[in-house]
């Protein structure tokens, strides 16, 4: 029979608010690598991933526009996995941005390529025995501005940071992750911090952390490997900085959620299917203004 060792990693989804609102979404960041087999095997992948927001933009008694505002983040992303060693694993993702935004009747939409990320994993534990397996990851990367950022159409109030594709700074990402199974039966915990840094036009997306517990099952029929899965997920985002060199900070930005969850992944052989469902039990967003609907992840990935 083939083990699986569930791992989770999240780099977190976020809530930012841009110049020209009173209320955004959420930002562009959002890699979201989620439950991966943790075999000897290399893999490649394709995720699928699409959040919807409604956001109840108040009349600030400016220029700005303001009634219920739909908001609609698409993310297409090739990722993978190569082992290295036994213990040292390197993941990568390379995403792809569609947002929309629907505002008194007009649509908005910002796409194009995404900021790249690339993340090392060490194994600290993995300890194996005939009733009960664990393993202890810990990880670290860094996430590059390789993403569309168009700077001029924020200044000109044609567009806001969150909206954009990618974000033009460098953020720091670390991941804690442990994973304990008895027979068929596992629980898995995550704990995820993302440090972002001002971009060249001084733009701080907040400082974001994420935790996680997941309970999965295993079914195994011959070739074919099942894992339903249930599970919790609490996500934190600190306030932007509208400018971080005169520290002026965006007071209708950051926010937090706690997310039910809800989902399962296939195996046949080499080739693997997820599809993950979420819908938030609890939220407060820019001061209640900004509310997450739902989150539908699916993929499909190959391990050679």
């Not at 008895?182 to 701080?204: E, F, M, Q, W």
């Not at 899965?229 to 400018?243: E, T």
């Amino acid at each position: 029979m083939k083990k699986i060792i569930v791992s989770v990693l999240l780099i977190c989804g976020i809530i930012n608010e841009g110049k020209s609102c009173s209320a955004c979404g959420c930002s562009a960041s959002n890699e979201y690598m989620g439950l991966l087999p943790q075999t000897n095997n290399n893999f490649i992948g394709l995720q699928y991933s699409y959040r919807n927001f409604n956001t109840n933009l108040p009349n600030d008694g400016g220029s700005d526009p303001f009634g219920l505002s739909t908001d609609k983040y698409t993310t297409i992303q090739v990722w993978g996995r190569y082992k290295i060693s036994d213990r040292i694993q390197l993941f990568a993702f390379a995403p792809y941005i569609i947002n929309t935004r629907s505002l008194n009747g007009v649509t908005t939409t910002s796409s194009g390529i995404s900021d790249m990320t690339v993340m090392g994993n060490y194994r600290l534990l993995d300890k194996k025995s005939c009733v009960m397996q664990q393993t202890l990851l810990v990880g670290a990367g860094l996430k590059m501005p390789t993403g569309t950022y168009n700077s001029r159409a924020i200044q000109m109030d044609e567009g806001l940071p969150n909206m954009q594709p990618g974000t033009k700074s460098w953020d720091i990402v670390g991941d804690v992750n442990y994973t304990v199974s008895h027979r068929k039966i596992g629980v898995n915990a995550d704990l995820c911090y993302v440090k972002t840094t001002p971009n060249p036009t001084s733009y701080k997306f907040g400082n974001r952390q994420s935790m996680s517990f997941l309970g999965f099952y295993r079914f195994v029929n011959k070739d074919v490997i099942i894992l339903p899965q249930i599970g919790v997920r609490y996500d934190h985002a600190g306030q932007d900085y509208s400018n971080f060199t005169t520290g002026v900070k965006d007071e209708m930005s950051g926010g937090w959620q706690l997310l039910g969850e809800l989902g399962a992944q296939a195996y046949y052989n080499k080739l693997g299917v997820q599809l993950i469902f979420s819908k938030p039990v609890e939220q407060h967003f820019t001061s209640g203004i900004v509310t997450m609907n739902y989150k539908i992840e699916t993929g499909v990935f190959f391990m050679f």
